[in-house]
């Protein structure tokens, strides 16, 4: 077990940036989350399933498509906006009757979502690995220091600030946005005023499943498409909201910058022990800030 | 739960189902005897998540983890060490006590959600050690065929001891509830503020409600490796924690058997249904969504208040 | 009332249990019974094996069955999970009153499963489990490994890799039983082989691990000449991935067993990088016998698809199970696992035998290196080198040492 053999400034970089890239698919997925937690209060454990739900779909419209970069493209489109229609349904059809119970009630309930779209992702796509090709634009790497990046991360890095200066200015600069942030804080004066919170809900609701269809998508083309995908998400995006402060969008993407990042550097430091880096940072963080980092909403 | 008389009424309906839980080797087959022993173990694992969950009010996200040390104490007390098999039973629950206690300190300033997720983590990195240390837990591959006392070691046996043990716990766990300790707990849990107010030291009562329910997951964890007679690192993983939290709420979190009910539909709907389809997990969640529409008081606190429209409703619907 | 209500609620409870139990049993069929993974990644290897398991299967009774009887299966999804795969194996021999079980892919469950049918005096044939400590040290009479083991894959690899230039090797792997064993016995063997290798470091990941990238830049800052990768299953397909993305392929040869295999180079198509050193048991172009010509052919037929290792492991599964019953002569636990021990069977890749000496099937390796195909949608195995099975397996005194500690 040799320790740190090769621990120099270039893979140091190399390491960061492939960190900071990993951050973003956690940034997006965990700040959908953060925003269903902090604005409507369910702690909803199918947003890793509706993660692997966009990842399956945008493999089906990118295949649908031709598999080229066209596929690609339009998948990335299509496949969160599918996720955000399947979640309006749910939330419409079911969810809204249960905003007045106990949150682990809804706990449950979510739970049951997920294991009902666990099986129903088996039903529809089998047991078979997927794989989703970048576009040929994407694919391949470039040379960062002498060591290779590859593209699709660097298009990674061009995105996560994108979604995260869209969300800014949705919660910040709509009026729908600072609707559903007092909505948060609370929920009977935002009634009070005439406004139809259960709708301000579904808005908030369908735009959190929105960014996690968005991560699966866009993870797609890194990994292998397969059933067991939420597994290991859903507990990491948890943690990331969390520590980041709940409801608190730049909580989460500093919440997934201390998880992609100790990830990742932990394995060039440590790799034995990376595995549990990430629980040692949660934590060290919430035995100092018990809410968060950052302000939590609730 | 309040006056005397339904104390009684519990205990004697406790009593009832002893008996019959006696009688049960003579009527069932083997896989029933240890289909039973199976729900019994789930059962009590499961009551004694809901002693901090439902009763303390504490949101208790990685309660496998006390379970699963207790096993492992055990397996590795007879698989690694010249002591003899009781010493592991009682080491089992005792660990898993102490580790309880361990993580609460750390935990039960944080309220709720941070709680959960706090405690979340922390077993997490017990669940890491067990899953990496090859040479002392075996790894993922876990232990198996771990050579058990002569008395446990038949279905019925095992069965016997499970029972056993299963009913002195409840029977335990259920006087500590209505102990001047329990109702101090509960309403620790229905108002920590004013609790705290009135002089109660909250965190301290958190932290022996823990040990009681790190204690009682341990006594799980040794029952388990009875009837199974292995130990593996999904024991302690976060899947198991969120099944047997959904068991507590399924079975009625505020009644002191109804996580014992919900570990039995849920054992049941796997074994089951499991004989039927690959997909009894479906089965399972259409399960769940309608129990939660319409028994949203969990199954057991359903019936008792059907069979019973006290006044115990109206305080329930307070809170 | 309460009371009342509880025993009712028990009543019932017991009731519907009795009611799955009241399955009559026709004492005429053999009854099999499988458990295996059938949900989550692994089921691309699983559902393989039954359907190989089935098309045997129904050959057999067309035929007439084993010993004048028909052979039925079950199968119970253990969802990856050590508890429901005791469960379900005990709910098979106990309720089902199956005469055999068939399983797993879990090495977890796979152990448990075997403890349980020493216990009960059931015979266990392991199909897709790969560790070697099944048939090794917790090896006993009523245990069969069908799949070549981790000691195996090591012994073979290293034969092969002895052979290249190689001397500074970096090794990386899935954080997990099966990562650890396969780079173990690669290593060590690999060490008596050619003793000049220097190990330059290790990398591990978790198991299911997304994003391979982080992994591979920091294992070329260390630039080693060559790269034992030790990544089971799911974790071969998006590494492939990241290796061609990063590059990877072109700038370090790498050595990871499985990578030629079809249920990792068919979900990749032509993304899969060319040049990866990978070893498998089987290919359904390779060897290219009729046998293994006309099996591919019955597979694709009944399926739509080619088969995989898997598709042949369920095959030959069967095949064991009908000849030992036949030279049993009866259908009785004890006198199976006898005559399967060290039973011999033709299959689509040649003869396969179990070794007496420790209930482990021998199987071929083959080498081979990724390649683009004219006519083929993903990448095949080319220049593949047979490594035969009998310089894989573990020496019988390997077998007694491991079994006494």
């Known amino acids: 077990m040799e320790f740190a053999t090769n621990l120099t400034f270039s893979a140091f970089c190399q390491q960061f940036l492939v960190g900071l890239s990993r951050t973003t698919i956690l940034f997006i997925v965990s700040s959908g989350l953060s925003l269903v937690l902090g604005v409507l209060r369910i702690p909803n454990v199918a947003h890793g399933s509706l993660y692997m739900l966009g990842a399956f779909l945008a493999y089906s419209i990118a295949t649908a498509f031709g598999g080229g970069s066209t596929g690609f493209w339009l998948a990335l489109v299509l496949a969160p906006l599918c996720v955000a229609l399947i979640s309006l349904v749910v939330e419409r059809g079911l969810f809204c009757r249960l905003y007045d119970r106990e949150h682990l009630m809804l706990l449950l309930f979510t739970f049951a979502f997920m294991l009902l779209a666990r099986d129903l992702v088996k039903l529809a796509w089998g047991s078979d690995y997927r794989s989703l090709s970048a576009p040929s634009m994407l694919q391949g790497s470039f040379s960062v220091l002498g060591m290779p990046f590859p593209r699709y991360n660097l298009f990674l890095l061009i995105i996560g600030p994108l979604v995260a200066l869209g969300l800014w200015f949705l919660t910040n600069k709509t009026k729908i946005g600072k609707i559903s942030r007092a909505a948060a804080v609370d929920r009977e004066m935002v009634a009070a005023v005439g406004i139809n919170v259960s709708w301000v809900f579904a808005f908030v609701f369908v735009i959190g499943c929105f960014l996690a269809g968005l991560g699966g998508a866009l993870v797609a083309p890194t990994q292998n498409i397969t059933q067991g995908m939420d597994h290991s998400l859903i507990m990491e995006a948890f943690l990331i909201v969390i520590i980041g402060g709940l409801g608190n969008m730049w909580g989460a993407l500093l919440g997934a910058l201390i998880f992609g990042l100790t990830d990742s550097l932990g394995i060039l430091v440590w790799p034995q022990f990376a595995i549990v880096f990430p629980y040692v940072a949660v934590v060290i963080v919430l035995i100092f800030r018990p809410k968060g980092l950052l302000k939590a909403t609730w | ?319 | ?405």
């Open chain 2, 1 to 319: 739960m309040s006056d005397n008389s339904t104390h009684w009424k519990w205990i004697a309906a406790a009593l009832g189902s002893i008996v019959l839980f006696f009688c049960l080797p003579f009527v069932l087959s083997r896989f029933y005897i240890y289909f039973a022993a199976l729900i019994l173990v789930t059962g009590l694992l499961a009551t004694s998540l809901n002693m901090v969950l439902g009763f303390g009010g504490m949101y208790q996200f990685h309660h496998a983890v006390f379970y699963g040390i207790g096993a492992y104490t055990l397996a590795l007390t007879i698989t690694k060490t010249n002591l003899p098999p009781i010493v592991g039973y009682l080491l089992g629950p005792v660990v898993a006590s102490v580790l309880a206690v361990l993580m609460g300190l750390v935990c039960v300033r944080l309220s709720k959600l941070y709680f959960g997720m706090l405690q979340l983590s922390l077993g997490s990195l017990v669940w890491a050690l067990v899953f990496r240390w090859y040479s002392f837990t075996g790894g993922d591959d876990g232990i198996h065929g771990i050579p058990l006392p002569s008395i446990v070691s038949s279905i019925t046996g095992s069965y016997y001891v499970t029972a056993i043990v299963t009913g002195l716990a409840l029977l335990v766990m259920f006087m500590i509830i209505n102990s001047p300790f329990g109702r101090i707990f509960q309403a620790i849990r229905d108002n920590p503020e004013r609790s705290e107010g009135i002089g109660v030291n909250v965190t301290r009562h958190q932290l022996v409600g823990q040990a009681i329910a790190g204690f009682f997951a341990g006594v799980a964890g040794v029952l388990f490796v009875t009837v199974e007679g292995s130990v593996f690192p999904d024991l302690l993983f976060w899947t198991l924690s969120l099944e047997i939290l959904i068991m507590c709420l399924l079975g009625g979190w505020f009644t002191f058997l109804g996580p014992m009910l919900g570990a039995a539909i849920m054992v049941t709907l796997r074994t089951v249904v499991g004989v039927y389809t690959e997909y009894w997990t479906l089965v399972l969640a259409i399960v769940l969504m309608f129990l939660i529409f319409f028994l949203p008081q969990g199954v057991l606190g359903y019936i008792i208040e059907t069979v019973r429209p006290h006044p115990a409703r109206g305080q329930r619907e307070e809170r």
């Open chain 3, 1 to 405: 009332m309460k009371k009342l209500s509880w025993v009712v609620l028990c009543a019932v409870l017991i009731a519907g249990l009795a009611m799955t139990g009241t399955y009559v049993q026709a004492a005429d069929p053999i009854k099999i019974g499988i458990v295996d993974s059938y949900s989550g990644p692994p089921s691309t290897y699983t559902n393989d094996v039954r359907d190989g398991f089935k098309l045997a299967v129904d050959k057999i009774n067309a035929k007439g069955g084993v010993l004048g009887r028909q052979i039925t299966f079950i199968t119970r999804d253990d969802k990856f999970k050590v508890d429901l795969g005791l469960s379900a194996a005990k709910e098979l021999i106990m309720r089902e009153k199956v005469d055999l079980l068939v399983g797993t892919i879990n090495s977890a469950v796979a152990l448990a499963v075997s403890d349980l049918a020493k216990k009960e005096k059931i015979p266990f044939l392991v199909t897709y489990s790969k560790s070697a400590n099944i048939t090794g040290a917790k090896g006993h009479p009523y245990v069969f490994s069908m799949n070549e083991n981790t000691e195996m894959v090591g012994k073979g690899a290293a034969a092969a890799l002895a052979k290249l230039p190689y001397v500074n090797y970096w090794i990386a792997g899935d954080d997990y039983e099966y990562g650890h064993a396969i780079a173990e016995g690669v290593w060590s063997n690999l060490k008596k082989l050619k003793p000049d290798v220097k190990l330059l470091g290790e990398s591990w990941w978790k198991v299911g691990e997304p994003d391979f990238t982080p992994y591979i830049t920091s294992i070329l800052a260390a630039k080693p000449d060559a790269v034992i990768v030790a990544t089971g299953g799911a974790g071969c397909v998006p590494f492939l991935k990241a290796a061609k993305a990063t590059g990877f392929n072109e700038r370090v040869p790498f050595f990871m067993h499985t990578a030629t295999e079809l249920s990792t180079l068919r979900p990749l198509g032509q993304e899969a990088p060319e040049g990866v050193m990978g070893t498998a048991n089987y290919y359904f172009y390779y060897p290219d016998t009729p046998e293994n010509k006309a099996f591919a052919e019955e597979f694709k037929k009944a399926y739509g698809r080619q088969p995989s290792f898997g598709s042949v492991i369920g095959w030959f599964t069967a095949d064991f199970i009908a000849k030992a019953y036949e030279k049993a002569g009866k259908v009785d636990p004890e006198k199976f696992a006898q005559a399967l021990s060290g039973l011999t069977i033709d299959s689509p890749i040649g003869k396969l035998t179990v070794r007496a000496v420790d209930n482990q099937v021998v199987l071929p390796l083959f080498m081979g290196k990724t390649k683009k195909a004219p006519d083929s949608d993903f990448l095949i195995a080319t220049d593949i080198v047979t490594i035969p099975g009998e310089q894989t397996m573990p020496s019988a005194e390997d077998i007694k040492k491991a079994r006494e500690k």
